[in-house]
């Protein structure tokens, strides 16, 4: 069973910048191989929704509310997938989920669902004021 732990968070004010990091273990295949990654936020009240996702073989997919803005990317060494936010907002307020899967795919720079990962840390609050 893959674990997911997330790390990063905190508050900040707006316009600020924070780095989200997710390392994986328990992995069957290393990260590079197979795993397609995401982020996830939910604000209180709303649905997880998509942030960013990389797959396995590099290819990148945002969301359109913080694309040009958030940077997902990878270090297959360490297990590890990053997300570089900048310029937040008061409208990125949210818990910041690390997601897993290696059936899910980045298709012409498409999130993934969130039924499309089975594996999800425990996530890491983001405060923009």
């Known amino acids: 069973h893959v674990q997911l732990v997330e790390s990063g968070g905190g508050s900040v004010q707006a316009g600020g910048s924070l780095r989200l990091s997710c390392v994986a273990s328990r992995v069957t295949h290393d990260i590079h191989s197979g795993y397609c990654m995401g982020w996830f936020r939910q604000a209180p009240g709303k649905e997880r929704e998509g942030v960013a996702a990389i797959d396995s073989d590099g290819s990148t997919g945002y969301a359109d509310s913080v694309n040009g803005r958030f940077t997902i990317s990878r270090d297959n060494a360490k297990n590890t997938v990053y997300l570089e936010m900048n310029s937040l907002e008061p409208e990125d307020n949210a818990m910041y989920y690390c997601?897993?899967?290696?059936?899910?795919?980045?298709?012409?720079?498409?999130?993934?669902?969130?039924?499309?990962?089975?594996?999800w840390g425990q996530g890491t609050q983001v405060t923009v004021s």
């Open positions: 997601a897993a899967d290696d059936w899910a795919s980045v298709i012409a720079g498409v999130v993934p669902g969130v039924a499309d990962f089975r594996h």
